[in-house]
Every structure is written in C-alpha cells, then in structure tokens.
C-alpha cells in the first residue's frame, strides 16, 4: 500500500463555505483490485460468488463478463475487476483487514499527479483524465502499467470509476442545473478558463450520483484503504 | 341610473367571463385530453422522418431510445467519439400529437463509461425530465409526460457537464403536431446542426478528442449538418422532384452557435418560426437559436443541386456546413433560363481596355508574356479570393461536395481539360483520387493570362506535376 501523508484541500462538493477539509494520513492500494485477487476472494468466501450472491446486495449485471462463477476470461487477470457492487467491494476490504477510502480521500489521492500533491490547477493533468473519461473500454487495461502519482499511487484516473465508502454522500441532482443545486449551478456558472479542473470533477461527482449501491457497471471497480494507526 | 350601472356591470363581468373561459378552455383542452389506446413510437435516424400523425387520437405513446457512447467518422479519415441518443447525431427523431402521454424509457448501454439524462424542451415539468431520467451505465429509466403544446422541439442531455455532453453529440428533435397533424406535403427530411470542437483542426485525420478549451472559446473546429462532414453531400444528398413540396425539420443543437439557415437558390414559402405556430411566408434566411429549431417548407419548381448552408458562410465552405437538396424533373424556362447569352461588357470611358492604333481591343494578353515567378504571385491571389471558397487556401477541397486540387489525379492528368474546367465551368460526376463528386463549378470569368496564372499556380502547388500553363494554351481551348 502507499502512504498518504494526508493534509487539506477543498473539494469541488462537500465543505462548508468553500474550508479547506482536513484530510488524516492513510494508506491506500497501489492499483485497483484486480480479477485475480477478486477470484482469490470469492474462492475464501463463496456466497459472494455470481450464482450465490443475495440479489439485494448486487444487480443484475453482477461480475456478468466472468465466464462463471470462479472464472473469468483470460486476458482480464490483471485487470481491474468490474460489475461489482459497492457490498461486494466493501466486504472485500474488510475482509482484508482493510476498508474503502472515503469520498473525500479518493479525491485528495487523486488530485496528485507525478510531481504534485494538487495538481488540479495543471491543464495537461485535467486535460489527460478528461480525455480518459472519454476513452471507451479502459477497464481492459492492466493495473499497474502507468506512472504512479506523487504518493506512488497508479490508475486513478484513465482506468475505472471507482467506488468509495460515501459514495452517495453528496447527491447531485440529475441535471446540474436545479436550482436547489446552487452548489453546482454556480459552480457550472463561475466556470472559466482557469476551471478546467472542475469538468474532470463534475463527471465524477455526476457518476458517483448515479449509481446506487447494488449496481454492478462496467467502467466501475475498487481499491482499498487503510488507517494509519492499523498499520500491519 | 343605479340599475343601468349594474347592468354595465354585468355586462363587463360577463365579458371578462366569456374570455376567461376562452382562455381555460384552451389550455385545459390538451391537458385533458384523452388518450385512447397505446402505441409504439417510430424513432427514425436523420435525414428521415417518421410517419405523419394524420387523423389519430391522442394515445399513450411508448418511446425507448438507447444511448450509445460510439466512435465514427466526423469528417472521411477523422473519428471522434460522439455521445448519441439511438446511435446517431443527430437523435432518433420523435413524432407525436398534442394530447399524447409518452412513456419514455432511457437505457444507457452497460458499455457506455457516463450516466446520462434527456431534457426534452416538449416536456412540461421539472428539468424536461432531465432528473426523472438520470441513468447510469447498464441501467434504464422510466418515466412520462403529456404533450401539451404543439411545435418543433429539441431534446439534449442535461448532465454535469451540460456543455460537454451536447457538444459531443447528444440532441435531436420532437414534433408535436397539433390535433389532425400538420397539412400534408410531398416530402420530409431532419436536419440539425451542431457546432463540434477537437484537438487537431478542421480536417487533421486521426482520432480526435473533445477540446473543452476550444468549447468554452466558443471556437468550433466544424459546424455540421447531421454530425458529419458531408452528412448531406455526396451519397448523403436529399432528392426531391419538380413540383414537390418538401418540409425540413431543422433543429440547432449547438452547443455555442446560432444558425443562418438558409437553402442557396430556393426562398422558403412558410418558415415555422422557431419552430411555433406562427407561419411567415417568402423567406430567405432563418435563424435558429442554439437549442431552438424551425420547420420550413418550399415547393421546388425547377431542376438544380440546392445548397443547404449556414448562412453565417465561412462556417458552410470551411467547417463542414453545407448539405445538397437535388432537385430533379423537367426544366421550366419560365421559372429558370439558366445562363441565355454570354457577352462582353465594355462601359464608356472605361480604363480596362485599350485601343490599338488601328481600332482593335487589345486584350491584355497581348502584352509582354507574364513570367512564371508573376504568374505564380497573380495565381496565387486570384486563387486565393476567388476558387479557395470552396477548393480552400490549401487546395484539399471538401469532402463529398468540392474535389481537391492538391495531389489531385484528375487535374495532373489532362491541362486542357483543367482549363476547360475554369473557362467553362463543369458539372456532373467526376472521379477524383477515388472518391465520385457530383456538384457544379460555374465558369469563371478570368482573362486567358488569368486563367493560365492560376492553373500554373495550381499546377506548382500541393504535390501537383508543376506543369505551366501559358494563355496561349487557355486561347487555344477557348477557340475550340
């Protein structure tokens, strides 16, 4: 796992009068969960397995690329295990001793490119994950092959979307300009060439409004988080 | 006196009532109006258009429109990965009637990597149904609206970021037609411009990604009629017959620019304003908002290749929006002659010409043969103000509509032709570096040394064989 120092920022949604929110040092996984370490976790616990799984904790589309249920197709071993439900991935990390990363630390995580802690004001950086956004089928990449980020992190963006522990904490209404929405209405309004960044975030923070915890998408995995306190 | 005054009275009060009736009776009418049975909605995929809605009752209307992230041809050699409402750009057409309920189910395609919504600007209530409709990835949503208000309408995606959903494809139109449908004509066809912004300028070939500077610069690389360069050119062309009637459903999805629709050589005899109710008549140009639309229509009474632009025009020769409605059928001379005679205009007093001695006009290429270094310079500027409109600066022509001149094998292939061409205009198939165009280039009115500066210049330039031309030659074909 990588060790994030932690610190404070603002996100684009969630602090008060735009204050900066603390963030506590954690440490997070390296690379999204592969399907080779999901499989390695289904074989320990079955009932979360495609055949066996309660209907109420994973749709439809659950883990429906896998060939069956211990199997999944070849060239996707080391690739980001995807059609998961927020359950599934959340009794994952627990199940490792670990948990999912808060919204707020995925973003704080996520904000750094190779040399900078916040590197949302970059242009290039903001300009690279929107184009990743629009690359279809990303989720076939293997983890791992990409630079790593300032806290040695890789494939946070231009990869999959990913689920956090709140992901539903902050509700974007469906349309970005509901006028009870004045948080992103104005944001969209204030929007200038300096704020590119904040497209990159909306299109997070839109998908992360979404979702619900039951469904399994295709562009949509995991990875893990760890309290510094608990380090092994 | 009292009594006269309550009967004013009443009598204004009456009144008031009478017109106040009115007014319910008008807008209760769609709302209350019934819907009898149900009926499967025809999506068409631009340039059509589903079938009339006649005589029908209001029904319950049922639409299912799938949306699809999909990579294709912006313009021949360029891809970009437009966001689309049923796989097209424009969306699947919608057609329904005042009084209609729909019941409308968005699915977003389990491969597609955004939630999206649809705000139809028909729908009376909250966002359009851009909440109602917000759907992620793999999953679909129901919900229904009544038809309220007849007119032309665009629909468009509403998610975060609005701006960046609508400029990569996502809009298309929904007419409502009033009770018994809009009066019969002979043909129907959709339309819609949209206005697109990528990494590599107007035609640099590759894939090319969605520019959200360019966007917000307001700075589009290609404003489109049916999201392709050449969507309504070449084998994309409209065909309609002498004696037609034909009606366009022209929509604006924009995201940034308005629209000067206008058709080249046709006057539209209704324009729909904005899409509404009210009907102007004997109209050149219209204008489209950005997330408006209009309905025009116009009989066609003579045979010709009608030009489809934004009248806004560098938009129409350099970015793409430009479309052809082929008029075919019998001449009517009286309506059209086309050109009747040909002469030389030569004013009193005028400074062009010069007398010889003897009387004779001595035309300019009499003089001291131009040398090549001269003929390059003048072809240069006489190509750039006259044959770069539709050839462009660089010679590499439009798609389906101008052949290119650069690297060109039908130009390297024949000079005397090439100068026929400019002399004498061409029309009719040809085919150049592989790809067929049918168009029209009118005759040009240059002198011969003109004619022979620009062909030398367009022989030097692009990759083409470097052949000079002289006006001796361009005298020669003219002779012929």
């Known amino acids: 796992m990588a060790y994030v120092a932690g610190g404070k920022f603002i996100p684009l949604y969630g602090s008060v009068d735009k204050n900066p929110i603390p963030i506590a040092p954690f440490l997070m996984d390296k690379t999204p969960v592969t399907n080779q370490e999901f499989l390695d976790f289904l074989i320990k616990y079955p009932t979360w397995q495609r055949q066996k799984v309660k209907k109420i904790f994973a749709g439809e589309n659950y883990l429906e690329k896998w060939t069956s249920d211990t199997n999944f197709p070849k060239e996707l071993q080391n690739s980001p295990v995807t059609q998961i439900s927020w359950f599934a991935a959340k009794e994952y990390c627990e199940c490792e001793g670990k948990r999912l990363p808060t919204l707020n630390e995925w973003e704080f995580a996520a904000m750094a490119s190779q040399t900078e802690i916040d590197a949302r004001k970059n242009e290039d950086f903001t300009r690279e994950i929107l184009s990743g956004y629009e690359t279809p089928n990303t989720y076939k990449k293997e983890v791992g092959i990409s630079k790593p980020n300032y806290w040695g992190i890789y494939d946070l963006h231009n990869m999959v979307w990913e689920w956090t522990l709140d992901f539903n904490s902050i509700m974007i209404s469906g349309e970005n300009r509901d006028k009870n929405n004045t948080n992103l209405f104005c944001g969209a309004g204030a929007l200038g060439a300096d704020d590119l960044m904040n497209y990159a975030a909306f299109m997070r923070y839109a998908f992360r409004s979404s979702i619900q915890a039951n469904f399994s998408i295709n562009s949509l995995g995991f990875r893990c988080a760890l309290d510094i306190k608990e380090k092994i | ?480």
């Not at chain 2, 309220?148 to 400029?167: D, E, F, K, R, S």
């Not at chain 2, 404003?223 to 459903?249: I, Q, S, Y």
């Not at chain 2, 500066?453 to 022989?459: D, N």
């Open chain 2, 1 to 480: 006196m009292k009594l006269f005054l309550f009967i004013a009275l009443l009598f204004v009060v009456s009144i008031g009532n009478i017109s106040c009736e009115k007014t319910k009776e008008k807008t209760t009418a769609s709302e209350d109006m019934k819907a009898y049975g149900s009926l499967v909605a025809e999506l068409t995929s631009p340039p059509n258009v589903p079938k009339p809605v006649g005589n029908r009752s209001a029904k319950k209307l049922i639409i299912e429109m799938e949306i699809l992230e999909r990579e294709s041809e912006i313009a021949n050699g360029v891809t970009y990965l437009f966001w689309t409402f049923g796989g097209t750009v424009p969306g699947s057409f919608i057609r329904g009637r005042v009084g209609d309920e729909v019941e409308f189910t968005l699915k977003n395609h389990p491969n597609n990597r955004l939630p999206h919504n649809i705000d139809l600007h028909a729908v009376t209530g909250q966002g359009g149904g851009a909440e109602a409709s917000f759907v992620a990835p793999g999953h679909q949503k129901t919900f229904s609206f009544k038809l309220l208000n007849p007119g032309l309408y665009v629909y468009h995606c509403a998610t975060a970021p609005v701006g960046m959903h609508i400029a990569n494809g996502m809009y298309g139109l929904i007419l409502v037609e009033p009770k018994g449908g809009l009066p019969p004509v002979d043909k129907e066809f959709y339309i819609m411009q949209g206005d697109f912004y990528t990494k590599g300028k107007f035609g640099e070939p590759g894939e090319q990604p969605f520019d959200m500077q360019k966007a917000i610069d307001e700075n589009p690389d290609y404003v489109l009629f049916n999201g392709k360069v050449g969507g309504l050119t070449g084998d994309n062309k409209l065909h309609a017959e002498v004696g037609e009637t034909v009606r366009l459903f022209v929509g604006n999805g924009g995201p940034n620019l308005v629209s000067s629709f206008h058709v080249i050589g046709e006057i539209f005899d209704k324009v729909f304003v904005d899409g509404g109710t009210t009907v102007s008549e004997n109209i050149q140009t219209t204008l489209i908002a950005a997330g408006g639309a209009s309905v025009v229509e116009f009989k066609v009474e003579s045979p010709s290749e009608l030009i489809l632009v934004d009248h806004s025009i560098f938009r129409a020769f350099n970015k793409g929006a430009l479309g052809v409605l082929s008029v075919s059928g019998n001449k009517n001379k009286t309506v059209f002659a086309g050109e009747i005679t040909e002469g030389v205009y030569q004013p009193e007093g005028s400074v062009i010409q010069d007398l010889d001695v003897d009387g004779k006009t001595k035309s300019t290429e009499a003089g001291v043969p131009l040398t090549k270094v001269e003929k390059m310079e003048q072809g240069k500027n006489l190509f750039n103000a006259t044959c770069a409109a539709c050839h462009l600066q660089d010679g590499k022509g439009i798609a389906n509509a101008f052949p290119p001149l650069a690297k060109s094998d039908y130009l390297n292939k024949d000079v005397e032709r090439a100068i026929h061409t400019v002399i004498y205009g061409l029309s009719g198939e040809v085919t150049v570096n592989g790809n067929i165009y049918n168009s029209i280039m009118p005759a040009q009115q240059f002198s011969d040394s003109e004619t022979a500066s620009i062909l030398t210049y367009v022989y030097n330039s692009w990759g083409n064989n470097g052949t000079e031309v002289t006006a001796e030659q361009v005298k020669k074909v003219r002779n012929n």
